[in-house]
């Protein structure tokens, strides 16, 4: 395909990367560190580490898993933990060390750690005390071998470290009986590290960085293999994308979405670390009146979010009032970003909310809209450096400008496969290096992509196809409605019909009304027929409505 999105590239910004600029992220992280060794790193629960900290915590957390547990190149470390101090220091102790990170989601039950631990093959874990009792469910049926427990405040100095564990355990009683009479403690892994050498390993691109887990909502969860090539490249695409609107060494990020979300990691955690950044971790962004108080005490200039987290935010007393006076850059992901949120989002914070686009299986970001537009278009952008595009039928023919068709993706950020699934990584994956991300798009003349919606979620009425993304952007924008999700339900006569199911922000707000409201804004056939009314959705953990959930219900 002609690369016909290079002319509309913002100024400043170059047509292709060096993907192997850097062997590893290891590499990377260091020498980043040593640039900006006293400016400020990671941020939590009012400690900051600067980048020399974070380097010489890590290092000692390395020299802990060579010294201690003898563990290195070829060897798996699960990493359940929510935004704490403790997973950057861990992430990059363990990227260092030759390991593979494998990210597990903490809010997993017994039975998604169980198939993720025994998938992965992790040969240890660090494990928040707060989740602690499902690893303990299933610790005689996984082969994890070593296991580390962390509380929330470890990080943290004394005496805030004893405090905040003292609340967390006895006072807000957040951290339920388990025993694992095994497992270390974090301070004693540090304690034991910091006495301990750090050999440094050589790590190529070739060696798996991330075994990254799809989220399971499209079926069993896979392995995603993201080799430190892969996430190298995509660190410095999405550099390249930034470099001309942001500082190096001067941004502040808020860092609500968790960093073990694909998305978080490679723009927040990898790619602001890599330029600098300082990331406000927000360990709990559903607690809404704590985050906004977090944000009224920093002047933070970047956000990323999926489109709840930020209609969440508008919905919050608060919010409003704050300084969005160094905000320049918010991005939303994930999920698409209804029109309503991000016009209200302008309106408040006088930032535009702009659209990026990527998968799991492309590490992750594919797209993103150019950082000096104005305004929310409903599209996610162009392809960021090295990376091509392909809008293709059926029948793998590829299509013209503004026609729907399945988006295919070729690039260095693209994985390596799905870990023991060679079927599935041969149904996605071309040997040309094309992989088939299973959501319908269209490109305009200019080269932007528009996500139409995800392949299995279109609808199919009386053999039209209807994309729940188009009907979710005209109910959300109804004053009464607080959250939406489109689904299809079962029809004996036209297949499937529109379902909507509904959050409502004014309680009087009736299915008729509703309905009424659709015709005057949605051609006849995509004009929901059912409306369900419900107190919230489905959400994954990043605070993605599950549409999947709410069609296995009615078996749509």
Known sequence: M??????????????????????????????SARRYATKPAYTNLGVTYSFAELEAASRHFAAWLQNDLGLGKGHKLALMLPNLLQYPIALFGALRAGLTVVNVNPLYTARELEHQLKDSGADAIVILA?????????????????????????????????????????????????????????????????????????????????LQYTGGTTGVAKGAMLSHRNMVANVLQCTEWFQPFLGKGRETMVTALPMYHIFSLCVNCLTFAYIGGHNLLITNPRDMKGFV???????????????????????????????????????GGGMAVHESVANRWQEVTGTP???????????????VMPLDAKAYSGKIGLPVPSTEVSIRDESGQELGTAEAGELFVRGPQVMVGYLGRAEATANSLS??????????????????????????????????????????????????????????????????????????????????????????????YKVPKVVEFRSELPKSNVGKILRRELRDEQGS
């Open 353 to 367: 909310l702009l659209e990026g686009y990527g998968l799991t299986e492309t590490s992750p970001v594919v797209a």
């Open 431 to 524: 040997e040309d290096g094309w992989f088939a991300t299973g959501d319908m798009a269209s490109i305009d003349t200019e080269g932007y992509l528009k996500i139409v919606d995800r392949k299995k979620d279109m609808i199919l009425v009386s053999g039209f196809n209807v994309y729940p993304n188009e009907i979710e952007d005209v109910v959300a924008a109804h004053p009464g409605v607080f959250e939406v999700a489109a689904v299809g339900a079962p029809d004996d006569i036209k297949g499937e019909i529109v379902k909507i199911v509904v959050v409502r922000s004014d309680p009087g707000l009736t299915k008729e009304e509703l309905i009424n409201y659709c015709r005057d804004n949605l051609t006849g």
């Open 293 to 331: 108080k977090t944000l009224s005490r920093t002047s933070f200039t970047a956000i990323t979010g999926v489109n709840t987290l930020f209609n969440g935010l508008l919905n919050t007393a608060g919010f409003k009032d704050l300084d969005f006076s160094n905000l320049h850059l918010a991005i």
């Open 130 to 210: 707060n989740f602690a009792d499902t690893l303990a469910e299933v610790r005689s049926k996984v082969g994890i071998q070593h296991i580390l427990i962390t509380e929330v405040g470890d990080a943290c100095p004394l005496p805030k470290r004893a405090v905040v564990n003292l609340a967390v355990r006895y006072i807000k009683r957040m951290v339920p009986d388990y025993r694992i009479p095994e497992a270390v403690s974090w301070t004693k892994a540090m304690a034991a590290g910091k006495k301990s050498s750090f050999l440094p390993v050589s790590v190529q691109g070739d060696d798996i960085a991330f």
């Open 2 to 31: 002609d690369k016909i999105w290079l002319s509309q590239y913002p100024e400043g910004i170059a047509e292709s990367i060096n993907p192997d600029q850097f062997p590893s992220l290891g590499e990377m992280f260091e020498s």
